[in-house]
DNA sequence: TATTGTTATACTCTATAACTATA
DNA sequence: TATAGTTATAGAGTATAACAATA
């Protein structure tokens, strides 16, 4: 693949710019948890729980094994940032909500990461329309 | 910021696309350096140890204290990928350097991350092309 | 005095395995 | 039998604070 010119060398350094955009991202992202007392899964769980779901698909998002979502919802909520409530038909399956404070939280963290994200502060819309374009094709599951 | 017509929504739905793209670029680097038997910030510090460089750029790299580069280089060098050297004149730091086994490790994490990176597989080199320019201004320190 | 690397400590995240209560 | 969540356990990463050696 690319060009015979430039074979391996460009690719390397493409590679390096990705993960330094990326290591960017994270930081920033682990930054504005810790700004509201928030570890990164902590705060990822709060961005997913934006509706209620069963602990199950938590830890699908946080590809992580069943096990440890125990201890991140226990310690959410303990901070009341959480509840734990049934789920109706299937009584083994229970749904994580967020409380009003959890709503809140998830709110302000929205709003911190839409003004500091790299991805979001140093692109023009334009940069931001062409990036959102190439990153569907990323992020999706398909292919 | 944005035009008037889709003023936030937009955002937030382009900062979930960022962050699904993110989420896949991780992920996939933590299985692929798993499938070497290594933790992602030990696969970074394998990465980053490209040239010999003192502990404490290893932490500032890894973004973490300086304390913990400690640990993680004890287990690189139990593993005998890295060793600890003196860096001349200054006695106080310890050069940290990839052995031979550490220098064969590494290139087969960057051939695996060529061809598995969600940025570097899903994209034609076009598009490559493009996302590195964007990509250039967002992992700058600059600005 | 300041800096590099280390140690000690405590907390969180992580996977694995075994358990319970449902289904 | 299979699944959802829990518990127990052990290992790794993390920050903080205190330390030794060196600058």
Do not use: Y
């Amino acid at each position: 693949m690319s060009s015979t010119t430039s074979p391996k060398l460009a690719d390397v350094e493409i590679m390096g710019l990705i993960f330094g955009a990326v290591d960017r991202a994270i930081e920033n992202f682990q930054q504005m948890a810790a700004e509201l007392d928030l570890t990164a899964p902590q705060a990822r769980a709060i961005m997913f729980l934006g509706e209620a779901a069963p602990m199950r698909a938590l830890a699908g998002h946080l590809s992580c094994d069943a096990s440890n979502v125990t201890g991140i919802a226990d310690r959410l909520e303990s901070r009341g940032l959480v509840r734990r409530g049934e789920a109706g038909q299937d009584r083994r399956v229970k749904l994580l909500a967020l409380t009003a404070q959890g709503v809140e939280t998830r709110a302000k963290l929205e709003q911190r990461l839409l003004e500091t994200s790299p991805f979001m502060v140093k692109l023009s819309d334009a940069e931001r329309a062409t990036l959102l374009d190439l990153l569907t094709r990323i992020a999706g599951r398909e292919r």
